[in-house]
């Protein structure tokens, strides 16, 4: 599949595996994984270290002056770098995913990412995920699939995950987090996270990592006539 052009758009709200699952798709289909949801993460990252509030909407869009975000393909996947520094696991957390859905809801900020996102999709086949990829970054992905599951089931994926990272949660908070997010998410007047309308659904709500990854995979081929 290397010599042709492939774009994958996986939509879905926070929690319901679509990193993981585009990282496995990227992989097994010889594409580059670009997890968007860390770029936003990234520019949540630096305002909570210049001790701005997330809703600072007026000091945010000044600091991205401050603002160099890049992202260097190694083994096909994108590492993000914030100022000539490797981000890591500290994107991760409940407070930076507040910063990052507060961040997403401002014009400026999409803008200032989107050339970014778009021009990495022009250069490579890629299996990317977000919440807007399928209606505003990639409005012409060959495939797009939204990607959701119950609340219950998508705080324990994530409680998990940050539990393995050594990050001290409570899963009762990851929950809150989670609901928090997907009505933030959703109800935002720019680019609210919400299916494409040629978007395919999969719940994967009690879906184990495989089996979700065989569904997405045999959507993608059919689609593709693979």
């Known amino acids: 599949m290397t010599d042709v052009h492939i774009l994958i758009a996986i939509d879905g709200p926070s929690g319901s595996g679509k990193s993981t699952l585009a990282k496995r798709l990227a992989k097994e289909l010889g594409l580059i994984y670009i997890d968007t949801g860390a770029l936003y993460r990234t520019i949540g990252l630096h305002i909570q270290q210049k ?16 603002i ?63 919440r807007d990829i399928g209606t505003v970054i990639l409005p012409n992905a060959d495939v797009k699939i939204f ?43 720019i680019a609210p996270a919400i299916p494409a309308e040629d978007a395919i659904m999969l719940n994967n709500s009690g879906m184990q990592e495989d089996e979700t990854f065989e569904a997405a995979l045999k959507i993608i081929k059919d689609k593709l006539k693979l």
């Open 147 to 189: 990607l959701f599951a119950d609340d219950e089931d998508r705080a324990e994926r994530r409680y998990k995950e940050l539990i393995a990272k050594g990050t001290n949660v409570t899963y009762e908070e990851v929950l809150n987090d989670v609901k928090w997010r997907d009505n933030n998410d959703k109800t935002r007047e």
């Open 51 to 66: 001790g701005l509030e997330s809703t600072d909407t007026v000091n945010i869009i000044n600091a991205l002056s401050e």
């Open 68 to 130: 160099d975000i890049t992202m260097r393909l190694e083994n096909s996947q994108g590492k993000v770098f914030l100022n000539g520094n490797p981000v890591g696991d500290e994107i991760r957390t409940p407070k930076s995913s507040i910063y990052a859905s507060d961040v997403s809801k401002i014009p400026e900020v999409r803008t200032f990412l989107l050339e970014l996102q778009r021009n990495i999709a022009v250069r490579n086949s890629v299996a990317m995920d977000g």
